[in-house]
């Protein structure tokens, strides 16, 4: 079976089984996508079914994701994120691989989603994000979009009760970070505080967490595009 005709028969089992126990609103970031070329999507992360929706629904669009490494010990999130040619990083381990890799699907026209968290939240709260975004940012040399989706902490106790879970995604404006030089540990807390701010902006009050300051607050490092 071609690649093509795989990630499309995927793409179209994965919406169908989506949309069982899922409502996706993602119209928005979907537009957002098509209106540009390769960005890096940032994102907050809740639950395991972000990145599946992510790829599935914006099919026929070029979209992957970086993924923890261990994923591939389940044979179904293998085949998945294979067919969506993910790209695996060892949380604790070097990245500089792992980010070489995301340049070169970047180069070969692919978004790539990221969660700059690192770890899911479950209860849908903004955590404390991780500032190896910066880095792959400035070396991709391309935009970022923040993107940001709420609804999916109460699947569980959805599926108990036979409900459906609507998604609602959310995307900004997209940026990049407007520094030229490595920045110094206390610039690049600055520079994390404003892209998490941007993701939570797109969410409800109560859920941007340790953000919700940097949410209102103007951007000092970031230029939008």
């Avoid at 089992?13 to 390769?38: D, H, M, W």
């Avoid at 809740?46 to 010990?73: C, D, Q, R």
Wanted: net charge positive.
């Amino acid at each position: 079976m071609g690649f093509s005709f795989r990630r499309m028969a995927v793409s179209f089992f994965l919406r169908g089984a989506i949309n069982i126990i899922c409502r996706v609103e993602c119209r928005e970031f979907v537009q957002a996508l098509s209106r540009n070329k390769p960005l890096l999507v940032v994102f907050n992360h809740i639950n395991f079914l972000e990145v599946p929706i992510l790829v599935a629904y914006s099919y026929p669009l070029y979209v992957t994701g970086l993924v923890k490494s261990e994923t591939w010990k389940n044979p179904f999130f293998a085949f998945l994120f294979n067919t969506y040619q993910a790209v695996p990083i060892d949380r604790h381990g070097a990245f500089s691989e792992s980010f070489k890799r995301v340049r070169e699907k970047i180069e070969n026209g692919f978004h790539m989603c990221i969660a700059p968290e690192g770890t899911r939240s479950k209860d849908g709260v903004l955590g404390r994000g991780k500032p190896g975004i910066i880095q792959l940012a400035i070396e991709a040399n391309v935009p970022i979009l923040p993107v940001a989706h709420h609804g999916g902490e109460n699947i569980w106790n959805n599926l108990k009760s036979l409900k459906r879970t609507t998604f609602n995604f959310r995307a900004g404006r997209p940026f990049k970070i407007n520094f030229d030089r490595k920045p110094s540990r206390e610039e690049r807390d600055e520079i994390l505080d404003e892209i998490m701010g941007q993701m939570a902006r797109l969410l409800p009050e109560q859920m941007r967490g340790i953000y919700a300051q940097c949410a209102v607050n103007e951007s000092r490092y970031l230029e939008f595009v």
